[in-house]
């Protein structure tokens, strides 16, 4: 097969082509190649049969040209692939995101020796020494087996360019296969620079395969994203339960070291913590991480030093926990309260899923470098200790931790474990923003106010409503089940359901994108969810002690995630169908059956394509509309980030005299949207005077490969040079003439960055009839933007129709439309003054 860099020609006089925009696809023998793209796409795809052809097989792969949309011919101007914006970071900045890294991250997974023994013990109470060894050995391999095998060395690659989480994988898979429920996916979303596929140079069948079915079986859509939605709420579940066992059981010390203090001064000391704990969230995860990163760090270092010493002290022999078959013994002496332990047991891997949720945060890296060679080494060592200890002090186990402290270090002790648990609290609070923003932009959770807290560092973010949602519930949590071993089963049903949601996702990865032999992929599987059902059974099997609460929270987040994203589909579906016939804009004229006033009128909308039906409520309500009308989308694609040359799309609605033009502004889950709305309309403004440009000269090209009749000529009319000097086919003409009122509307478009290198008019001679069009064009533009901008919003609300099923009524007229109602509006973020705005709404029946 031709390596990456190879250039091949497709038949019919043809262009060199990057391998790496080239695509697999299935061809029938002697049929055409069946296309993944649009099928609306009218440009043809030349496409070159690869070395894998066989003439004994009904179906081959075969490698095609790169497709160039018709919606997005400039973004053939790719940047190289962004590097990960830690990469460029001196040693200095790299040492404070390692602090940061501990203070954020690995504050859960840090605390767990606080409570893992006590729990464990207090369902299958310690009968010998032997026991000890059990319970330490399946404490062992739990920490090696799923925070370091499963999560440091697999998971965290399976970021999306640096995001983690259960939206992060949904997101990646998308961006492999149509997946996505909401059918707002352009083409030309795949040649954003970030979007680029990032895959093996040999596609296997089986991937495509699966791939297929993906995107043909709409009941296998649905069944991954209940998949995603499950994980999340699971995350936000945890978001809860976290800093309450955290909390709890750091002040549970007190009962060691003064005997008199009793379980509800406890909860009442706990209470106030957290209430302080939430209240620092504000100040963000860049000043608060870098502050408590120190602090956690003494933590590690006081779990290896007491773990030391309680080794030396007491019984060096529970190292021969590291030999597995003391799990054996362990399970073979105790049977069902050994099965019942494993839910505690599961408390020493709690935050293995955060190191993987907060990796917008920081690098995978840093991340796995912390991990192997700091924390883990400092977490076996503290349960070593808390081992050896138990050995001659088997009443204990009830404050294991505690009582293993050394009497002259106990209170020290206790004030840096109190420390890092209100770091650990932080943990799955920082991730749950993170998975909230996620979902937000992919269209599965309402829109809220998100504060972004660093200026050094993207994507570290504060959610105020989420922040005082979590305190209520976490204090609810905290004052209703005050017993640990309540709280931490409570915690591994949340933990558990992440987990299983992400080896699901991940082996999914696997298949469809990483591509790795079957043998692994069906080992890790089986493995892992193996691991992760048998814990399950187990906190299930005590869920009635009132851990059930955190799964009542779970299934309403779930339940909200769900009716929001099945509302917003309906909505979307149904402006699609009753979008305005480009035949009626033509019969109404240039003046749209009205009078055109100076002025730029962006008519905000959630349509990529055809024009919205409120526009046509706007002509018949409003006296005069705008000599310019621009249709603006603000379009979240699943990428992280969109590089700001690439941000906004452009085409034609209707011949050039119109003056109406489509916008698609594109962000990522990951952008950062803090633009006024002088400057969004400045850069709004900028990219269209390009397009435009562009738009004549790719007329000025047309025309010329007409006018010649070398074959050169005709085909210099065909193709385009990119910056980078690749040549692409075409294989139509660039440009349909707007001018012919019965040519098709699905008109060119552009993004802001110019494809051919734009040329200044020259100034000597007397202007040519299209540079005088240009001209004029370009100075109608900036004087309706002299005369000034309008935000036009119509507000598109949906209702059930009256024969619809009760339970549609139920939750479109009135759960989806709450949500909607108390959601933040699309277009907050950019402060427009109320002198600019103009608002008309409209019913939809669905």
């Known amino acids: 097969m031709a390596e990456e860099g190879s250039e091949r020609e497709s038949t019919g006089g043809l262009a060199s082509m990057d391998s790496l925009e080239s695509r697999w696809v299935f061809q029938d023998d002697d049929e055409s190649a069946i296309d993944e793209g649009d099928e609306d796409d009218s440009t043809e795809r030349g496409g070159v049969d690869s070395e894998l052809e066989d003439d004994n097989v009904e179906q081959r792969l075969i490698r095609t040209g790169p497709r160039?949309?018709?919606?997005?011919?400039?973004?053939?101007?790719?940047?190289?692939?962004?590097?990960?914006?830690?990469?460029?970071?001196?040693?200095?900045?790299?040492?404070?995101?390692?602090?940061?890294?501990?203070?954020?991250?690995?504050?859960?997974?840090?605390?767990?020796?606080?409570?893992?023994?006590?729990?464990?013990?207090?369902?299958?109470?310690?009968?010998?020494?032997?026991?000890?060894?059990?319970?330490?050995?399946?404490?062992?391999?739990?920490?090696?087996?799923?925070?370091?095998?499963?999560?440091?060395?697999?998971?965290?690659?399976?970021?999306d360019d640096g995001e983690g989480g259960t939206f992060a994988l949904y997101s990646l898979i998308c961006r492999h296969a149509k997946v996505s429920l909401l059918p707002n996916q352009l083409p030309s979303d795949v040649r954003i620079s970030s979007f680029r596929l990032k895959v093996p140079s040999a596609e296997l069948e089986r991937s495509l395969k699966i791939k297929e079915r993906l995107e043909t079986s709409l009941m296998l859509k649905r069944l991954l994203l209940m998949l995603v939605l499950a994980g999340t709420s699971m995350v936000i579940a945890d978001g809860v339960v976290t800093p309450a066992m955290s909390v709890?059981?750091?002040?549970?010390?007190?009962?060691?070291?003064?005997?008199?203090?009793?379980?509800?001064?406890?909860?009442?000391?706990?209470?106030?913590?957290?209430?302080?704990?939430?209240?620092?969230?504000?100040?963000?995860?860049?000043?608060?991480?870098?502050?408590?990163?120190?602090?956690?760090?003494?933590?590690?270092?006081?779990?290896?030093?007491?773990?030391?010493?309680?080794?030396?002290?007491?019984?060096?022999?529970?190292?021969?926990?590291?030999?597995?078959?003391?799990?054996?013994?362990?399970?073979?002496?105790?049977?069902?309260?050994?099965?019942?332990?494993?839910?505690?047991?599961?408390?020493?891997?709690?935050?293995?899923?955060?190191?993987?949720?907060?990796?917008?945060?920081?690098?995978?890296?840093?991340?796995?470098?912390?991990?192997?060679?700091?924390?883990?080494?400092?977490?076996?060592?503290?349960?070593?200790?808390?081992?050896?200890?138990?050995?001659?002090?088997?009443?204990?186990?009830?404050?294991?931790?505690?009582?293993?402290?050394?009497?002259?270090?106990?209170w020290p002790i206790f004030i840096i474990a109190n420390v890092a648990a209100l770091i650990a609290s932080r943990t799955m609070t920082t991730a749950t923003f993170s998975c909230i923003k996620q979902s937000t932009a992919l269209g599965c959770f309402p829109r809220l106010k998100i504060i972004h807290t660093s200026r050094k560092f993207i994507g570290q973010i504060y959610i105020p409503v989420i922040n005082w949602f979590l305190l209520v519930l976490c204090l609810v949590l905290v004052c209703s089940i005050s017993s640990i071993d309540e709280i931490g089963n409570a915690y591994g049903i949340a933990e558990?359901?992440?987990?299983?949601?992400?080896?699901?996702?991940?082996?999914?990865?696997?298949?469809?994108?990483?591509?790795?032999?079957?043998?692994?992929?069906?080992?890790?599987?089986?493995?892992?969810?193996?691991?992760?059902?048998?814990?399950?059974?187990?906190?299930?099997?005590?869920?009635?002690?009132?851990?059930?609460?955190?799964?009542?929270?779970?299934?309403?987040?779930?339940?909200?995630?769900?009716?929001?994203?099945?509302?917003?589909?309906?909505?979307?579906?149904?402006?699609?169908?009753?979008?305005?016939?480009?035949?009626?804009?033509?019969?109404?004229?240039?003046?749209?059956?009205?009078?055109?006033?100076?002025?730029?009128?962006?008519?905000?909308?959630?349509?990529?394509?055809?024009?919205?039906?409120?526009?046509?409520?706007?002509?018949?309500?409003?006296?005069?509309?705008?000599?310019?009308?621009?249709?603006?989308?603000?379009?979240?694609?699943?990428?992280?980030?969109?590089?700001?040359?690439e941000r906004f799309l452009?085409?034609?609605?209707?011949?050039?005299?119109?003056?109406?033009?489509?916008?698609?502004?594109?962000?990522?889950?990951?952008?950062?949207?803090?633009?006024?709305?002088?400057?969004?309309?400045?850069?709004?403004?900028?990219?269209?005077?390009?397009?435009?440009?562009?738009?004549?000269?790719?007329?000025?090209?047309?025309?010329?490969?007409?006018?010649?009749?070398?074959?050169?000529?005709?085909?210099?009319?065909?193709v385009l040079v990119a910056p980078n000097g690749s040549v692409y086919s075409l294989g139509v003409p660039l440009l349909a003439d707007y001018t012919v009122l019965n040519a098709p509307t699905n008109g060119q478009a552009s993004t802001s960055s110019a494809a051919i290198p734009e040329e200044p008019p020259s100034p000597d001679l007397s202007a040519t009839d299209p540079e005088q069009s240009l001209e004029r064009e370009l100075s109608f533009i900036r004087k309706a933007k002299e005369s000034g901008v309008v935000y036009l919003l119509g507000h598109g609300d949906i209702r059930a129709r009256k024969d619809s099923w009760f339970i549609k009524k139920l939750v479109i007229n009135y759960f989806y439309a709450f949500l909607r109602k108390n959601c933040r509006r699309g277009v907050a973020n950019l402060s427009v003054p109320h002198s600019n705005l103009m608002q008309v709404g409209m019913t939809y029946m669905v």
């Open 248 to 410: 709890i059981s750091a002040v549970g010390g007190l009962k060691v070291g003064i005997s008199a203090v009793e379980q509800d001064q406890v909860v009442m000391i706990s209470v106030a913590f957290l209430v302080v704990l939430f209240s620092l969230q504000k100040y963000g995860t860049s000043k608060v991480g870098l502050v408590v990163g120190p602090a956690l760090f003494v933590w590690f270092c006081s779990l290896a030093g007491i773990g030391i010493y309680n080794l030396l002290k007491y019984d060096t022999s529970v190292l021969k926990a590291f030999n597995p078959i003391h799990i054996y013994y362990f399970f073979k002496r105790n049977s069902t309260k050994a099965w019942l332990s494993l839910g505690g047991c599961l408390l020493c891997a709690t935050g293995s899923e955060a190191m993987f949720a907060d990796l917008c945060y920081f690098s995978v890296r840093s991340i796995q470098l912390t991990f192997v060679f700091l924390v883990l080494p400092c977490l076996l060592l503290g349960y070593l200790g808390q081992a050896a200890y138990l050995m001659e002090n088997q009443a204990d186990a009830e404050q294991a931790f505690f009582s293993s402290i050394p009497s002259g270090a106990f």
């Open 650 to 718: 452009f085409r034609r609605v209707c011949p050039k005299s119109y003056h109406i033009f489509r916008c698609i502004a594109r962000y990522g889950y990951k952008d950062v949207r803090k633009e006024n709305h002088q400057t969004f309309e400045q850069l709004l403004i900028e990219s269209l005077e390009k397009f435009i440009r562009r738009e004549a000269q790719e007329r000025s090209l047309e025309s010329d490969g007409d006018g010649d009749s070398d074959s050169e000529a005709e085909f210099a009319s065909r």
């Open 496 to 645: 558990l359901g992440v987990m299983m949601m992400t080896t699901i996702l991940v082996t999914l990865v696997m298949l469809l994108i990483w591509q790795i032999h079957i043998v692994i992929v069906l080992t890790f599987l089986v493995f892992f969810l193996g691991i992760e059902i048998t814990f399950f059974s187990s906190v299930l099997w005590s869920i009635t002690d009132g851990s059930w609460i955190i799964l009542v929270f779970a299934v309403i987040m779930f339940f909200i995630m769900l009716v929001w994203n099945y509302g917003s589909k309906l909505k979307y579906e149904t402006e699609v169908k009753q979008k305005m016939s480009t035949d009626l804009l033509r019969e109404l004229g240039p003046n749209l059956g009205t009078i055109r006033a100076p002025g730029i009128g962006l008519l905000y909308n959630e349509l990529v394509k055809g024009t919205p039906a409120i526009f046509g409520h706007f002509l018949t309500t409003l006296p005069a509309i705008h000599s310019m009308i621009i249709f603006v989308c603000i379009k979240y694609v699943q990428v992280p980030v969109v590089p700001q040359s």
């Open 68 to 159: 160039v949309d018709s919606f997005d011919v400039e973004a053939l101007e790719i940047p190289g692939a962004q590097r990960h914006e830690y990469e460029d970071y001196t040693m200095g900045r790299k040492t404070i995101l390692a602090l940061q890294t501990l203070g954020v991250v690995f504050g859960d997974v840090g605390t767990s020796p606080l409570y893992t023994f006590s729990v464990m013990f207090s369902k299958a109470p310690i009968n010998g020494s032997e026991d000890v060894l059990g319970a330490l050995s399946l404490v062992l391999y739990t920490m090696i087996l799923i925070p370091l095998v499963k999560y440091v060395l697999v998971v965290l690659w399976a970021n």
